[in-house]
């Protein structure tokens, strides 16, 4: 059998790395999340932000097909409009709107690689907003980007430097990057 030295192993499973939508949703907030998740370190789960964003996508669009399984996607909403597929995304808040729509595309751009067209819609329902988002040859290339970025990230051998932004008040790691 032959044997490897644990960094050919590191090295081994990197290359093999899946980019999921969670990385996409952090890597537009922050890149030490990315890099926590990456490693199954997650956000502390009573948080009360974490725990107000469970209770909105339970609460609101019963009426709703939700939290749909596919390869490694969790679609929040998926719905027929108009003979259309119509993906949904519910977040709690619109204040990070890029990490929420290249979220989304991410999800739209792997069904449409899967063959199946669909369009995408952003749900804010405390906000009581809905806002269409549209996956674009220019936003295929943002999230090529960002995917290769994200794959970078991961192959740290220790988070990025901390840096102090708005969303770290509230963020499910605050205490891990900043006890």
């Avoid at 597929?85 to 709107?97: A, F, Q, R, Y």
């Avoid at 051998?157 to 891990?176: A, H, Q, S, V």
């Amino acid at each position: 059998m032959e044997q490897r030295t644990f960094k050919e192993k590191e090295e081994i499973s990197l290359t093999e790395i899946q980019i999921y939508a969670t990385l996409v949703w952090y890597y537009y907030i922050c890149h030490r999340q990315v890099w926590y998740m990456s490693r199954n370190i997650f956000p502390d789960q009573d948080n009360p932000h974490i725990q107000i964003g469970k209770i909105i996508s339970e609460q609101y669009y019963k009426n709703e097909k939700k939290e749909i399984f596919l390869e490694n996607m969790i679609i929040d909403i998926i719905k027929n409009e108009n003979n259309h597929l119509v993906v949904g995304e519910i977040k709690k808040t619109s204040k990070n709107i890029e990490s929420c729509e290249m979220q989304l595309c991410f999800y739209l751009n792997k069904l449409k690689n899967l063959g199946i067209e669909a369009k995408g819609v952003l749900l804010f329902p405390k906000e009581k907003k809905k806002i269409p988002v549209e996956l674009t040859d220019k936003i295929i290339k943002k999230l090529e980007d960002a995917e290769k970025e994200i794959k970078e990230i991961i192959r740290l051998p220790k988070p990025p430097i901390k840096k102090k932004i708005p969303f770290c008040k509230n963020c499910g790691y605050r205490d891990l990057c900043w006890s």
